[in-house]
T-cell receptor
């Protein structure tokens, strides 16, 4: 079974631009979450989607948004990029409730 | 306010010995706990989990212990192998929190041959 796939692996953007990251969950998984990892703040929860609906949202500004499609694939968008948005963005999927999250290898975003 | 803390940023252990990684939490609503391992340039890989109704869970070389009264959990790796060298994260969530995990800051484990 293929794991969680995230594209692209690396991205360089300029301050003020916007970016869209993509995630394909493990086949059959309907729940997708996004996390941000930075050296200063560690791994932080961004949001969670299930059956195309946002189920939970972390403490991030409205510039961070996401969506999930009917095939469970998900995208997250960051608008008006700031230098502090430079991070590793991780997508995770889960099958049944109370089973562990399985993470992709992330997208490394650098904002210059 | 860090609700999940891993107070040791790094740990060095000899191959074949036991590795003990520790994690403390403050939120008494947490009732599901997990350990993940992370290699550079890869996403976290799930290792083992435990729910609050248990105090121990074993899977091969990995055992997680939960002390609810102390709000403390630990991961034991026996015997440690050089391939175990990685950053280990503990994570916690309340019941019915979906995928909303709170992670600790991680502990870098180095297993020396």
């Amino acid at each position: 079974k293929a794991g969680v796939t995230q594209t692209p692996r690396y991205l360089i953007k300029t301050r003020g631009q916007q970016v869209t990251l993509s995630c394909s969950p493990i086949s059959g998984h309907r729940s997708v979450s996004w996390y941000q990892q930075t050296p200063g703040q560690g791994l932080q929860f961004l949001f969670e989607y299930f059956s195309e609906t946002q189920r939970n949202k972390g403490n991030f500004p409205g510039r961070f948004s996401g969506r999930q499609f009917s095939n469970s694939r998900s995208e997250m968008n960051v608008s008006t990029l700031e230098l502090g948005d430079s991070a590793l963005y991780l997508c995770a999927s889960r099958g049944r409730e109370n089973s562990p999250l399985h993470f992709g290898n992330g997208t490394r975003l650098t904002v210059t | 306010d860090q609700q999940v803390k891993q107070n040791s940023p790094s740990l060095s252990v000899q191959e074949g010995r036991i590795s003990i990684l520790n994690c403390d939490y403050t939120n008494s609503m947490f009732d599901y706990f997990l350990w993940y391992k992370k290699y550079p340039a890869e996403g976290p890989t799930f290792l083992i989990s435990i729910s609050s109704i248990k105090d121990k869970n074993e899977d091969g070389r990995f055992t997680v212990f939960l002390n609810k009264s102390a709000k403390h959990l630990s991961l034991h790796i026996v015997p440690s192998q050089p391939g175990d060298s990685a950053v280990y994260f503990c994570a916690a969530s309340p019941r019915d929190a979906g995928n909303m995990l709170t992670f600790g800051g991680g502990t870098r484990l180095m297993v020396k041959p």
